[in-house]
């Protein structure tokens, strides 16, 4: 099984591919959890007109990114990327930022 440590909510940089050194928050990641879905990330889909959509045209949709390459972006830092590692704190698991050791909510 693929664990992903990247979740919805987290601020992510997009390090390869069209969309490259865009940065936004991962609005939702796919069930297979090897595709996010980052906001502000969308393609071009040309629709011709029909019954529901007169208009037809150029479309953008959202689209989504492999998880290998997104990278998180540090919440201390806010320009350097990191790694997320996990502790426990208070009896609970939380994961933290590696570079900055700040917790990652």
Do not use: C, W
Request: proline share 4%.
């Amino acid at each position: 099984m693929n664990k992903s440590k990247i979740l919805r909510g987290d601020v992510v940089k997009v390090i390869a591919g069209n969309h490259k050194g865009k940065i936004g928050p991962v609005v939702k990641v796919s069930k297979d959890k090897k595709r996010v879905y980052v906001e502000g990330i969308v393609a071009i889909k040309h629709a011709k007109p029909s019954q529901t959509d007169q208009e037809g045209g150029m479309k953008e949709i959202p689209t989504s990114v492999d998880i290998s390459n997104v990278s998180l972006v540090d919440p201390k830092n806010k320009n350097g990327f990191t790694k997320i590692g996990y502790k426990i704190a208070d009896g609970k698991k939380v994961r933290i930022a590696k570079k900055s050791g700040v917790e990652v909510k």
